[in-house]
């Protein structure tokens, strides 16, 4: 069985004698188990210890000029913690006697000695010394283990007085270590601590183990939750203890478990937003169709009879609005869920932010992003230069994310902490880089950083059960009218994609504080990542229609309300209309009808895809053109450089990319 201390070489012992003969006699004697060092005088001896401080026995004669043995060996003893054997005569008891008495030495030998009586107490001193090194070296473990430990630990006597703990547990206690030995836990807190202690003791007693968890107020923030454990001894073991050894203590653990709990928050809470934003998807793919039909229905039903009456003509025009209203919401819900047109690049942050303040301070919007809010939204614009920007002095690595979907999130956090200080108040947007994140896998390419900008406010604060909402598609708490509730998830779609988080922390009347934690990227990665993403979307240049006589194009679609819309405007534009309710048959008809010019066809079909049924097309009519039309599409399902039209569309979207694509 190995030992923590284990000597590398044999025992070394130090035979100090000032007669040459007795040095040889002894180091034949010992040589032969022992490495022997030999010195004349006493601070010969004392220098041959500094020399060697791993000596682990001592041989002394008492009587030596200059320097008696057992003063010798009480210099020793402050230098080393070798065991100790002193040499005399008859004459010198006196002098070995008080050196017994003071610890100096563990053994005395007669002279002349018996070697095999000297053989052993050298032995057994050489034992000693090897046990109280291991003994050192077990302390010195235990010591940086418990003041090393990640959370507080402390064990108390049968009388629940404090025996051992560290740092931690006594910071706990508010208290420093040496104020909490000999004290009992009860006479050292109060409050939740107290009444969590006397809830313990009929458990304790009972089975030996209590646990709790619960929430401590804290000196210098907000409560914290604590997971309390105390455990006698005497119940780790599987039969009774006998002996009053393992009965007469019990520990006590403190651990902090707040960032675990909050850990466990926000991964219920990403759980929770990967299945909302999946059914968000679902819904608005279906919701897409819909509007596709309707929109489309409203314009055909224009076309072959204007509405003549005003009332009628306005009750035209409500529905039109609507269902492009509706267009808006579902892009906003599908944006939530996957965004689209995200443009991820290796962006500065703290040049976007000091952009975003150059614009906030003259009470203006960014143009790429006005489009994106809601025109009410933007009244009293002359507010947000009262936002204060603090910006780091040192330099940010960079992020890959998207800029302008950067600025729309801070500017629209902006307006959410403006809006929570009616009566006004501070508003402060900050950056800063952090060294890891909790809970979260650190890979190579963001091994070093995070950056994270925060805005704070000073407002009315949220309540928790408000906190746990917030990010929920049109969860809103604003009055009818005054948003829709998708800002938030949006924000929180843009962060997840762009590999960070979004943290909350709020309470009534307190304020509120968002932050949103982007991986910081090396320039390693950086250069090793294309500047233009592999599997890209074409945009084609739109053509207004002209007559399309002569040419065939195949519309295909599940949906039946969308495919009598598309090729109600493709046939109303003069083109040769077929249509097929799969991707199976779009492949059936391409194979058997060769003048057809262009297939428009929707991505997300039960069976086989559009991605799936174009790469067949291809395979018969590698020249054949096919128009994308999807209302939520994954991209990863198509081919690199396809042409997407997305749903709902109007008549000149669609004749227009069909034009187009026929031209080309």
Wanted: net charge negative; proline share 5%.
């Amino acid at each position: 069985m190995s030992t923590l201390y284990e000597p590398t070489q044999r025992p070394f012992v130090l035979v100090v004698d000032d007669e040459p003969e007795i040095l040889v006699a002894l180091s034949d004697l010992l040589e032969s188990a022992y490495t022997v060092l030999t010195a004349s005088s006493g601070e010969e001896g004392l220098q041959r210890l500094r020399q060697n401080p791993d000596v682990a026995v001592i041989i002394s004669d008492q009587r030596m000029p200059g320097m008696t043995g057992d003063v010798f060996l009480a210099q020793a003893r402050e230098l080393s913690a070798a065991g100790a054997i002193l040499l005399t005569g008859y004459a010198d008891i006196s002098a070995v006697e008080a050196a017994l008495n003071r610890g100096q030495i563990s053994f005395f030998a007669y002279k002349p000695w018996d070697d095999e009586t000297l053989l052993s107490m050298v032995g057994q001193a050489s034992a000693r010394y090897f046990l109280e090194k291991e003994l050192e070296c077990e302390r010195l473990l235990l010591r940086g283990l418990l003041d090393n430990l990640p959370f507080g630990l402390a064990v108390k006597d049968r009388e629940g007085c404090f025996v051992r703990l560290n740092q931690q547990m006594a910071s706990q206690l508010g208290h420093t270590v040496g104020q909490c030995i000999g004290q009992k836990e009860e006479d050292l807190v109060d409050g939740p601590r107290l009444e969590s202690l006397r809830e313990a003791q009929s458990q304790l007693a009972q089975t030996g183990r209590d646990q709790q968890v619960l929430q401590l107020p804290a000196e210098d923030g907000p409560a914290r939750w604590h997971d309390l454990t105390r455990v006698r001894l005497d119940s780790l073991r599987n039969t009774p203890v006998q002996s009053s050894m393992l009965s007469d203590y019990s520990i006590l653990i403190d651990r902090d478990v707040s960032e675990l709990l909050s850990l466990e928050q926000r991964l219920r809470q990403a759980q929770k937003m990967q299945a909302i934003g999946t059914l968000a998807g679902g819904i608005a793919h279906d919701f897409n169709n819909l509007l596709t039909a309707i929109q489309g229905s409203l314009e055909l039903v224009q076309d072959l009879e204007p509405p003549q009456e005003p009332s009628v003509a306005r009750l035209y025009e409500n529905a039109m609005e609507a269902a492009k209203r509706g267009a808006v919401l579902t892009r906003k819900l599908l944006d939530f869920s996957r965004p689209r047109h995200l443009v991820c690049q290796r962006v500065d942050v703290h040049d976007v932010l000091e952009n975003l303040q150059s614009f906030m301070k003259q009470g203006k919007v960014p143009e790429e992003i006005r489009g994106a809010l809601d025109t009410a939204r933007l009244e009293g614009m002359s507010r947000f230069s009262s936002v204060r920007f603090n910006m780091p002095e040192e330099p940010l690595p960079p992020v890959w994310t998207d800029a302008v979907q950067l600025e729309l999130a801070v500017f629209s956090l902006c307006i959410n902490a403006l809006d929570a200080q009616p009566e006004g108040g501070t508003t402060c947007v900050s950056v800063r880089q952090v060294a890891r994140l909790l809970g979260r896998h650190v890979g190579r390419e963001h091994a070093g950083a995070w950056v994270v900008v925060q805005v704070t406010d000073r407002g009315v604060g949220m309540t928790d059960e408000i906190r746990a909402r917030i990010f929920d598609p049109f969860f809103t708490t604003k009055g009818t009218g005054q948003g829709v509730g998708l800002g938030l998830s949006m924000i929180y779609g843009f962060i997840s994609h762009c590999g960070g988080e979004v943290r909350v922390e709020s309470a009534p009347g307190g304020g509120t504080s968002v932050e949103l934690w982007f991986p910081a990227m090396d320039q390693e990665m950086a250069a090793a990542i294309p500047a233009v993403p592999a599997n890209t979307v074409q945009t084609i240049a739109r053509v207004l229609p002209e007559n399309g006589a002569g040419s065939t194009i195949l519309v295909v679609d599940d949906e039946p309300g969308v495919r009598a819309v598309t090729t109600g405007f493709l046939r109303r534009a003069g083109y040769e209309v077929m249509e097929a309710a799969s991707g199976a048959e779009a492949v059936e008809k391409v194979q058997a009808t060769t003048s057809i010019a262009l297939v428009v066809m929707d991505v997300m079909m039960p069976g086989m895809n559009g991605g799936e049924a174009a790469r067949r097309i291809h395979a018969v009519r590698p020249d054949l053109p096919v128009l994308f039309v999807t209302g939520y599409a994954d991209f990863g399902v198509l081919p690199e450089g396809v042409a997407v039209l997305h749903k709902p569309y109007t008549r000149d979207a669609l004749l227009g990319d069909v034009r187009a694509m026929l031209a080309a």
